[in-house]
C-alpha cells in the first residue's frame, strides 16, 4: 500500500499497555534500518526492500532498488517530501513533492505535485488538503484538485480522522469508512520525529500496531476485514508483519530490522 510516500505500508499514537511495554517505549533510540516486503506472489506486488537514513530521530531519506525519497524538516516538523525515480545508471529524476504546513504545531495543509517532468515543472497534477482540528482526536480534511494553469482549487472530497490514544481508529471519506484496532505493542515508526503529525498521510503509523481492520466502499456494501499478526523482538518492537486478506490468505508480509 503505496500512500504517497516513503512506505508501502497496508499504510499512516500513548500507549495503552502493560508496565515492559511502557518501559520499552521510553527507549526513543529505537529506529528501523531497513523494512523489506514480501508477497506470496507477483500478481500481489513485488518483493522490496527500503532502507532509512536519519540524523538522530529525524529521516533523512528512504531509498530502493529504483527509487528515493528525501525529507526535509524545519526544526522538528517535516515540511517536505520528495520522490525521485532511479534508473538503471543510478540517475535520480524528481517526479513527485509534497509540501506540508502547520498551525499551532499541527497539520493545517499538504500540497502534493505529481508527475513532475520538464514540461510540468511543478506537477502536472497538483492536489491540495486542508485539516481543521476540532479537538486531538476529530480531525476533519477537505481535499481539493488545483487547475496547473489558473490555480484554482475544486473540491473533490473531504473526510474525518478519529484517533484514541494517539493511534488512528476510523478514517471516513464520503460514504467510505475504516476502522481500525491495535495491540499494545511499539509500532516501528513511533520514534521517527514528526511522522505521528503528518496524520493518515503515511498508512497505519501511530503509537501501536493495528491487528484489525474493518473496510466499507460505501454504505451498503459489505464489509472486508483484514488481520495482522506480529512477531516481536524484546523491547516489543514487531520484527515481522503478516498481513491477511479478507479471506484469510497472506496478503504481504514485512520484516524489520533495527
Known amino acids: ?25 521510553e527507549d526513543k533510540s529505537v529506529l528501523p534500518q531497513t523494512i523489506s516486503y514480501i508477497y506470496p506472489n507477483i500478481y500481489l506486488g513485488t518483493n522490496t526492500t527500503i532502507t532509512l537514513k536519519y540524523n538522530g530521530n529525524k529521516i533523512i531519506s528512504s531509498t530502493e532498488s529504483d527509487s528515493k525519497t528525501l525529507f526535509t524538516y524545519n ?9 525521485f525515480e532511479i534508473d538503471q545508471q543510478g540517475n535520480e ?3 513527485d513533492e509534497a509540501v506540508y504546513t502547520y498551525e499551532n504545531g499541527k497539520l493545517k495543509t499538504k500540497i502534493f505535485r505529481e508527475s513532475i517532468t520538464t514540461q510540468y515543472p511543478e506537477g502536472q ?44 481508529t476510523k478514517e471516513q471519506s464520503g460514504s467510505a469508512t475504516r476502522v481500525y484496532e491495535y495491540d499494545t505493542k511499539n509500532n ?10 503528518l496524520l493518515n498521510e503515511i498508512s497505519e503509523i501511530g503509537k501501536n500496531n493495528a491487528v484489525k481492520i474493518t473496510s466499507k466502499a460505501c ?7 483484514y488481520l495482522s499478526d506480529y512477531i516481536y523482538n524484546d523491547k516489543n518492537y514487531p520484527t515481522r ?13 514485512i520484516e524489520y530490522t533495527y
Do not use: A, R
Open 1 to 25: 500500500m503505496k500512500k504517497l510516500l516513503i512506505l508501502p505500508f497496508v499504510l499512516i499514537l500513548i500507549l495503552n499497555s502493560c508496565s515492559s511495554d511502557d518501559s520499552s517505549s
Open 75 to 83: 526544526g522538528d516538523l517535516i515540511t517536505k517530501q520528495e520522490m
Open 93 to 95: 529524476t524528481k517526479t
Open 125 to 168: 497534477y497538483i492536489t491540495k488538503t486542508v485539516y481543521t482540528h476540532s479537538s486531538n482526536e476529530s480531525i476533519s480534511y477537505i481535499n481539493y484538485s488545483v487547475n496547473i494553469n489558473t490555480k484554482e482549487e475544486t473540491k473533490y472530497n473531504e473526510g474525518i480522522l478519529t484517533y484514541k490514544d494517539g493511534n488512528l
Open 188 to 197: 516501528p515508526l513511533k520514534n521517527v520525529l514528526g511522522f505521528d503529525l
Open 219 to 225: 454504505t451498503d456494501c459489505s464489509e472486508g476485514v
Open 241 to 253: 508483519h503478516t498481513s491477511h486478506t479478507n479471506s484469510g490468505s497472506i496478503e504481504y508480509e
